[in-house]
């Protein structure tokens, strides 16, 4: 069992806040573990915002701390000696976050108006993290989210609530490489005493003291993005009525390394 307080204070918003967390670890067997964890958290605007002195001239008063409260219940287990998988579920609810106050009204020339701190919303998603360490020359890591975050609308004529900026839904990102370290047999110690091997060390695959070949693939889903219009009355581009409606197509990237170390009797180098 695991509690504690954290005490927040800042003198310009005049914040002075004590939130609780509590956590809880209970041993299934030696390899399974079963979390819970509660908690509030504040946290101060970006300054960018909280020192916006049209926030003070509109609204009498600056921007306060926004804050979460926060669940998170979780199982951990290991699989062997160097592989451990991890599976949780979290639920947070965000209060008195920044809301944009041009955003609020009709206008299109209305941008110097600063921000409010009105804003509410929530997030929930289901997370998976594999981890296998190095051993027997090779390591992975593999993790998995699928999400919801979502804001509730602010304006006055709606109601409901609309999906934030990084709302991605599904993230995947997995690491993972191969290790072998030539420099342990004894065919190689021979071969890198010939001048043939400075030579032929230049080739990307051929072996070296540690060679390691490595990749890392990302996936996101779609981010949410509000439509925009070309308004001809004003000349100008303004954004659709409804916040975030649409998306862009998923985005994956695949990276793969080929590592390789020598050592010498007065340098290292490493090429990639």
């Given amino acids: ?26 041993n299934l067997n030696p390899i399974t573990l079963i979390n819970l964890a509660f ?14 002195p049209k926030n003070i001239e ?18 951990e287990r290991y699989l062997a000696q160097d592989t451990k998988v991890t599976l949780e579920y979290y639920e947070k609810k965000y209060y008195n976050t920044p809301v944009y106050r041009a955003a609020l009204t009709d206008s299109l020339f209305d941008r110097n108006l600063g921000f409010d ?30 999400s919801i975050s979502k804001a509730k609308d ?9 999906s934030r900026t990084y709302d991605y839904g599904q993230v995947l990102t997995c ?35 540690i060679l390691e070949i490595s990749f890392r693939f990302k996936y996101l889903g779609g981010r949410p993005y509000t439509l925009r219009y070309y308004a001809p009355t004003y000349r100008r581009w303004a954004y659709d009525d409804n916040w975030n409606t649409e998306r ?13 170390r020598f050592n010498f009797k007065r340098i290292n180098i490493t090429t990639y």
Avoid: C
């Fill in 39 to 52: 908690g509030q958290y504040y946290q101060t605007p970006f300054y960018w915002m909280l020192l916006n």
């Fill in 175 to 209: 690491i993972g490489g191969y290790k072998v370290r030539f420099r342990e047999y004894d065919w190689y110690k021979k071969y890198k005493n010939y001048k043939l091997f400075r030579l032929l060390s230049i080739i990307p695959f051929m072996p070296s003291d």
């Fill in 248 to 260: 862009y197509g998923y985005y994956n990237r695949l990276d793969i390394m080929i590592l390789r």
């Fill in 117 to 146: 701190d009105i804003g509410e919303g929530f997030s929930n998603g289901l997370e998976l993290f594999i981890q296998k360490k190095y051993s027997n020359n090779w390591y992975l890591t593999f993790s998995y989210s699928n």
């Fill in 154 to 162: 602010p304006r006055n004529d709606k109601t409901g609530y609309y």
């Fill in 1 to 26: 069992l695991n509690a504690g307080l954290h005490y927040d204070k800042i003198p310009y918003n005049n914040t002075s806040k004590l939130s609780p967390r509590l956590g809880i670890s209970y």
């Fill in 58 to 75: 509109n609204s009498g008063s600056p921007l306060g701390n926004s804050h979460t409260d926060q669940m998170i219940i979780g199982i």
